[in-house]
């Protein structure tokens, strides 16, 4: 099975920081990683899907790089709605796979 | 507008047996592959099954496989999870989602609310 692994498990930022948080695969899943926004108490809502491609309706102030391995979730100029848990997730090979969470908090 | 509403969570003993229903309203349900997934303050979050619009394919995390079920009737546009020989660490909170293709990506682009599922003596 695929492991994922973010990088922090939580960030402290201010309003109108821009923050990046970085999801590590354990194989290779080339471009089949997606990212998720979690407010507490809401379903999981799709941000960016194929590592790189912003979902209709979300904010261009997200976005996704990275390929292989690697990837980056990159927030811009952030405001109080954007303070929630984000988490990738692999579907280059079932099980699919999540990371555990990067909670973003305000400083 | 896509909506996708859970039912059936509730309170049962370990080895009891749930049903999970999952309503879908403003796409071609048909169309598209189904998932249940389910979160834990423990272990997060995780794909537990899957099945594609014709019923033809399902698929299990190794944890559920011959415990739980998954099925769809493309009628009612209702998908189920028929869950068996329930354990303590089987309690979560289940989503349905929807499942979309777009090259070179696999994915879930709408989630239910959520059923909590308690699985306790």
């Known amino acids: 099975d695929i492991q994922m692994t973010q990088s922090p498990s939580s960030l402290s930022a201010a309003v109108g920081d821009r923050v990046t948080i970085t999801c590590r695969a354990s194989?290779?899943?080339?471009?089949?990683l997606n990212w998720y926004q979690q407010r507490p108490g809401k379903a999981p809502k799709l941000l960016i899907y194929?590592?790189?491609s912003l979902q209709s309706g979300v904010p261009s102030k997200f976005s996704g790089s990275g390929s292989g391995t690697d990837f980056t979730l990159t927030i811009s100029s952030l405001q109080p709605e954007d303070f929630a848990t984000y988490y990738c997730?692999?579907?280059?090979?079932?099980?699919?796979?999540f990371g555990q969470g990067t909670k973003l908090e305000i400083k | 507008e896509v909506q996708l509403l859970e039912s059936g969570g509730g309170l049962v003993q370990p080895g009891g047996s749930l049903r999970l229903s999952c309503e879908a309203s403003g796409f071609t349900f048909s169309s598209h592959a189904m998932s249940w997934l389910r979160q834990t303050p423990g272990k997060g979050l995780e794909w537990v099954s899957g099945?594609?619009?014709?019923?033809?394919?399902?698929e299990y995390t190794d944890s559920v496989q011959g415990r739980f079920t998954v099925s769809r009737d493309n009628s009612k546009n209702t998908l189920y999870l028929q869950m068996n020989s329930l354990r303590a660490e089987d309690t979560a909170l289940y989503y349905c989602a929807k499942d979309a293709w777009g090259l070179p990506a696999y994915y879930f682009d709408y989630w239910g609310q959520g059923t909590l599922d308690t699985v306790s003596s």
């Open positions: 194929g590592a790189s």
């Open positions: 099945i594609s619009g014709s019923a033809t394919i399902t």
């Open positions: 194989q290779s899943i080339t471009n089949f």
């Open positions: 997730q692999q579907s280059y090979s079932k099980p699919y796979s």
